[in-house]
DNA sequence: GCAGATTCTT
């Protein structure tokens, strides 16, 4: 906004220029020098309701995140006309107040003022904000009464709810509907089956598209790779990704992104940084999202020499007070061995979130340091920073590896007491092995079974091995009548069970397993169902889940490897610096 | 003049 004509000698008192000045602040988002415009418009006495600058300047506070300015412009405004209108939803929208959209879109209707195209696709977004698809489909009534069902964008907006509400099959049906399709709508319908992981089905629509002569861009090919490599397939990302290169397209920043942090989320560190390097040496800069993606590589390899030039890389990008790099810094610091640094880190981030404390908490439970990870949790609470089940998971499994029975069961009894969280199959799992570890084998029983979620495969495992470990051969045989029983809340119990007794070689029990499932007739229902219609939100947190799983798999690993080389660093550093000392003293 | 799809930490 530097080029802002603010010489007041050439200022012309004309609603012209006050118009043309607003929008150039509309469209570069710039509150300062908006604000200014809207200070002399103030004192030229011009009145805004007279010219149609009033809706100019609701749209330039909400373009920039102003909500407040545009709430107090408006209703200043004598009669709103619709862009005023559409403006409002727009903003609250986009700032989270969606109850206040709809408020709007209300107001509007109260008007005898329908709206227009553009209203009906603001209002989907404000559905999709509030992962409401009732409301939603009432949206989409109302806009096929009034005739708005035909235009691109509300049929473009209208894919994007409902894929993102976790109902394909209804975007399908408007996908399928829809006479003139533009490359948006081929790729929000894409972006909806690689969320719910059918990228088979996005690649159909993909070449379908390319036959109906629509040139995919870089959104497009984004939402492919970036499906691909979410899945883990991690090979037909890149198949994707060199095919792009192969049609003489450039890839931009976000596919960079996504293909580097496909290969770091399939483990393979090597490659990530492999591709790291080719987007620097292709001229592309790199964004917070690229490092906090290529972060977690440093600490599947433990290379924290890597970490430390990526750490560097950041502050000469100017990124130092970016505070999802510093979540990511401070545990590739931990998972490379070096408590020391990650609490630097910590102690520099200026407004700390949860993520930074969870990983500052989780950094020192893994070091073997819990009294520092309970006392940085109790500071965290003084500084009013509530804490959330991610916390829990780091504080509970600090307890766990370190032998604290009596406060983890403490503080896993607090949970949803004193601080309202739900407990989860992490937790249980973190206590579970907490009681096992400390031979407490009839507790844990006796917790797996008053678990009132489905037990996971690896807390029922974690519960045999504890049984073998201290010899209570007749829990575990409880336990696994339990699971015959369905006592246990787990479907597909027959299947664990045989597992379990696969895993200990006792094949006559695993026989014994198989028959009495073909008696019962009770099969493990395939477990496809739910993909359907599983909403984003959880499908989100399952995808963190199933990542968070890998992690810790290979964490464990890691983290005594780790150990090993950062021990050896130390030694290494550790001479070099007395032979620097010896140097000095020559 | 108002939209649309992609990437990220615990």
Known sequence: MK????????????????????????????????????????????????????????????????VRSARLVFDKIQNPNVFAMNWMVLACTFNG????????????????????EFTFSILLKTCVGLMDVKKGKEVHALGKKVGFED?????????????????VCYAQRVFDRMVKRDVATWTSMICGYCNIGKTGQALVLFERMKLEGLEPNDFTWNAMIA???????????????????REGLVPDMVTWNAMISGFVQSQQAGEAFKLFRDMLVSGIKPNHVTLTGLLPACGLTGSIQRGREIHGLMYRMGLGINIFIASAIIDMYSK???????????????VKNIASWNAMIGCYGKHGMVELSIQLFERMQEEGMQANEVTFICILSACSHNGLVEEGLKIFRSMKESYGIEVGKEHYACVVDLLCRSGR????????????????????GAFFNGCKIHGRKDLAKMMAQDILNMELKKPGGYVTLSNIYAADGDWEEVENVRKMMKESNNHKKPGYSWLEKMNLLERKEKVMKVRKGKVMKVRKEKVMKVRKESESERESEGKERESVKVRKRK
């Open 3 to 66: 080029t802002m004509p603010f010489s007041f000698k050439a200022f012309k008192l004309s609603q012209d220029w006050f118009a043309t000045c607003l929008h150039k602040c509309l469209k570069e988002k710039a509150l300062r020098p908006g604000k200014q415009v809207h200070a002399t418009l103030f004192t030229s006495g011009i009145d805004i309701n007279v010219w149609s600058l009033n809706s100019k300047l609701v749209g330039m506070y909400a373009s920039c995140g102003d």
């Open 97 to 116: 107040y969606y109850e206040e959209a709809i408020g709007y879109f209300c107001l509007m209707q109260k008007l005898g003022n329908v709206g227009n």
């Open 151 to 167: 235009e691109v964008s509300v049929s473009n907006a209208l894919i994007d709810m409902y894929c993102k509400c976790g109902e």
């Open 227 to 245: 499906g691909y490599a979410r899945g883990g397939d991690s090979i037909g990302a890149f198949a994707l990704f060199s095919r792009m290169t």
């Open 336 to 350: 490379c061995g070096s408590v020391k640094n990650a609490q630097n880190v910590f102690d520099r981030i200026p």
């Open 441 to 460: 084998m009839l507790e844990a029983y006796e917790l797996v079974k008053e678990m009132p979620i489905e037990v996971p495969d690896s807390i029922v």
